[in-house]
């Protein structure tokens, strides 16, 4: 949750830098980047929730926790690059994407050994 408070506080700064009042998403591509690796973010974070606390309940906390940690951090550093320029955004985005499908891995795998195995 503070990550999207930082995130959206990020918006914020970026709407009064550059005379942006909401609803309005467009206009200095400066703003145009924070607005959209914020959306980006925030799209993503109901599904790496879910994906963490099946991971965590079925498979193993400590995993799931360092996967969760590795996921936060590669997604400050995706907001950090996108804000900077858009080719910024494709490194983390990547190491993102590999840490939930790990997460999905994870959580398939202690729900199978949960319902299939006593």
Known sequence: ??????FAMQVIYARR???ISPPETR???EFE????AQANCSEYFPIFIALLWVAGIFFHQGVAAACGMLYLYTRLRYFQGYAMAAQGRLGP???????LWLLVGLALAGLL????WP
Request: aromatic letters at 26%; zero cysteines.
């Open 27 to 29: 206009g200095h591509p």
């Open 17 to 19: 830098k550059y005379s």
């Open 113 to 116: 050994a949960h319902f299939l």
């Open 33 to 36: 980047r924070v607005f959209r």
């Open 93 to 99: 985005l990547y190491a993102s994407a590999w840490l």
């Open 1 to 6: 949750v503070l990550f999207l408070a930082y």
